[in-house]
């Protein structure tokens, strides 16, 4: 079953526009992480952010914001003022206890593609 | 810190040779490495975790004795592709993490085209 979903397969905007990255993870565990990476064209893994069950507190940082809702199983990324160095895939990750600790599941990634 | 490293950053090779992937931690000690693969346009999945010392788990539908790993130190973590065929061709990533730390640091990736 599919624990990380990432509806979105494609957003096109552009530049200055805001653009907003939907993940809806699925876990039993009440103690899990969840992260943001970026990979833009070169294919290295961009980290962009942890965060762990326990906060909820949304996080900012610069032109990116991150709204956690357990409520809803939902960790969304909001790039504000897009560039077009944000064009770029980007994935959600869960972490959690399910057969050992560290091991990663992504979603499937959501290519965002920011134009002049 | 917390510096990655993978060799090499591509290769390409004729079908049936084997071809070995290095994957070192440069700044840390690395207890675990997982090893994923990715083919274009779509996500990374784990093919198998190492942890130092001991052999590798796999993750379901990946074959062992095609895809050698070796986690032989705290710092390097080796994968072989064994008689590569040009369905093997993709893009390998490692990333590495440490005891307690809920935290993987990845590699710059490894393309392999296999001819």
């Known amino acids: 079953a599919q624990k990380v979903t990432q509806a979105q397969t494609e957003i096109s905007v552009v530049e200055k526009e805001d653009v907003t990255l939907d993940c809806v993870y699925e876990t039993r565990d009440t103690t899990y992480y969840l992260f943001w990476y970026k990979q833009p064209p070169s294919g290295e893994l961009v980290f962009l952010i942890r965060r762990n069950s326990f906060d909820e507190q949304n996080e900012i940082s610069g032109r990116y914001s991150w709204n956690f809702q357990k409520s809803t199983s939902s960790f969304n990324f909001t790039i504000t003022a897009s560039q077009v160095v944000d064009s770029a895939v980007y994935f959600c990750?869960?972490?959690?206890?399910?057969?050992?600790?560290?091991?990663?599941?992504f979603g499937a990634g959501t290519q965002v593609v920011v134009t002049p | 810190g917390a510096v990655v490293s993978q060799h090499p950053s591509w290769v390409i090779c004729k079908s049936g040779t084997s071809v070995k992937i290095e994957c070192r931690s440069l700044d840390f000690q690395a207890t675990t490495m997982f090893w994923y693969r990715q083919f274009p346009k779509q996500s990374l999945m784990l093919m198998a975790t190492s942890n130092e010392g001991s052999k590798a788990t796999y993750e379901q539908g990946v074959e062992k004795d095609k895809f050698l790993i070796n986690h032989a130190s705290l710092t390097l973590s080796t994968l072989t592709v064994t008689s590569a065929h040009p369905e093997d061709s993709s893009f390998y990533i490692c990333?590495?993490?440490?005891?307690?730390?809920?935290?993987?640091?990845f590699g710059p990736g490894t393309r392999l085209t296999v001819l």
């Open positions: 990750a869960l972490s959690d206890t399910t057969d050992s600790w560290g091991k990663l599941q």
């Open positions: 990333s590495a993490s440490t005891s307690g730390r809920n935290e993987q640091f």
